[in-house]
């Protein structure tokens, strides 16, 4: 360890520090004579130069190299101690840097102060170097925290003790709607609905003994006085000693989150009505074609035929999210194991089936087509069907749902015709089901089906249509 000569500097004299008190300082400090000539280093400003100068031979300061704070060389001479001395007065807190051998820059301060004999003569100077590095990585990482903050797509909001709001990001006035300027001084509870004001109370207390508040969901209050809900997570703000000075909240705008939640519940009692109908209806199945049939292998494949048209109904709105199905869509699913596209023409306006609909109008074509198949127009070649439907305006102001099924070119029916569990749906299932009638006519060439209900009761709601 290098110590300067006492008689050169004065250390010693009265107001001089000794050189085993600056040996002990954790900054870098070392003392220069009148010329500039290094008397003394203690070892925190060797470590920051990364070399140990020569005593009585390096002049002004330890560096390797220095550099002015935009990057250009600095002479040795131009250094905050070279000027001390040059103008016979101190200097505060000049800013350079200071280059080691190894190539890494260390931005420091310079506080160089003279030294002087008993007589007021300037016998030298002591400087004294605070190293930058950890005060610049300390303001970098205060600016990337403060540019999260401002980039953060969720409200950010600092409050003192007493509730003041401090700080307030750009999220924060696009969720509650106030400006920084209208936000920051205000008390915090701007933002709390009156019934929620105990809860202020209970953060502040938990916050005070240092405790992060675990994240809850709550209700807030913009300016415009609506609520919203969100998710907050509140943590205190700390001094340099630990004490707890602040808050810090972050809120999350869970608006659509708690929309989904409440369409899911809402699709799912929907799901479960539906499901509830599904069931009626097959059990409805079950009982008329066990009235019907002889065997019980008859009334297996009947039943599985009935289950399977049933399934196709169910696959249409699945598709489409269960909002419905187009009455041409609902026959074209149902007909296709039965009939080519030009054995049946259909004709009519769009009208979107709701789904209790789809369901008892997919067993009704089931029905007709199962029969056409086996015993009408779609048995032999030459027969085809017609499948109308439209709008008719009653008087009362209440449209009504009219659909026809016409078979024509069929063989010859005879004069006395089974009625089984076709005709049980076609007269009274299928028309109950939908608040209608139904009409079952057999004429020489086949049948003809004619359902009438109110419109209101097979169109799906523009509601329907609209959920997501």
């Known amino acids: 360890m290098d110590f300067v000569q006492q008689a050169d500097i004065g250390l010693g004299d009265p107001g001089v520090p000794s050189a085993d008190l600056l040996q002990s300082l954790p900054v870098a400090i070392y003392t220069v004579d009148k010329q500039g000539r290094i008397t003394y280093f203690n070892e925190a400003a060797a470590e920051m130069w990364g070399r140990r100068p020569v005593i009585g031979q390096d002049q002004w300061c330890g560096s390797w190299k220095l550099r002015q704070l935009d990057g250009r060389p600095m002479a040795h001479g131009e250094c905050p101690m070279a000027v001390a001395l040059r103008e016979g007065r101190d200097v505060s807190w000049d800013q350079a840097i200071a280059e080691r051998p190894d190539g890494e820059l260390v931005p420091f301060r310079a506080h160089p102060r003279l030294l002087r004999d008993g007589a007021g003569n300037v016998i030298g100077a002591i400087n004294t170097l605070l190293d930058l590095r950890t005060q610049t990585l300390g303001d970098e990482a205060r600016m990337r925290l403060a540019a999260i903050v401002e980039s953060s797509m969720d409200a950010i909001v600092s409050k003192d003790m007493n509730g003041i709001i401090t700080s307030w990001n750009d999220a924060a006035e696009r969720l509650f709607g106030y400006t920084p300027a209208e936000a920051i001084g205000r008390p915090v509870t701007i933002l709390i609905p009156p019934d929620r004001l105990d809860e202020e109370a209970s953060i502040i207390s938990r916050i005070r003994i240092g405790e992060r508040v675990p994240s809850y969901e709550t209700m807030r209050l913009r300016k415009d006085g609506t609520l919203v809900p ?15 000075v602040g808050a810090s909240k972050i809120a999350r705008d869970i608006s659509s989150h708690k929309e989904s939640e409440r369409r899911i519940r809402l699709l799912m009692r929907e799901v479960n009505h539906r499901v509830k109908n599904q069931y009626s209806v097959i059990i409805s199945m079950i009982r008329e074609t066990s009235k019907l049939t002889s065997t019980p292998e008859a009334f297996l494949d009947q039943v599985r035929e009935r289950i399977t048209a049933l399934s196709e109904s169910h696959d249409l709105l699945v ?40 369901q008892y109008l997919g067993i009704a074509f089931h029905e007709l087509a199962t029969n056409s198949a086996k015993y009408g127009a779609l048995c032999c070649g030459g027969g085809r069907v017609e499948i109308d439907w439209d709008v008719v305006p009653a008087g009362d102001g209440a449209d009504i749902f009219r659909l026809v099924w016409r078979e024509l070119g069929g063989p010859i029916l005879d004069a006395v015709r089974r009625r089984g569990f076709g005709s049980v749906v076609l007269e009274r299932v299928a028309p109950q089901a939908l608040s209608g009638s139904g009409r079952l006519e057999f004429h020489e060439q086949g049948v003809t089906w004619t359902l009438e209900a109110p419109l209101y009761f097979v169109q799906a709601s523009m509601t329907d249509i609209a959920v997501d």
């Open 230 to 244: 969100v998710s907050l997570t509140i943590s205190p703000i700390r001094d340099a000693i630990g004490r707890a």
């Open 319 to 358: 598709n489409a999210d269960w909002r419905g199905a187009t009455v041409g869509d609902l026959a074209q699913a149902q007909l296709k194991a039965f009939a080519a596209q030009p054995l049946v023409s259909m004709a009519g306006p769009m009208v979107l089936l709701q789904p209790n609909a789809v």
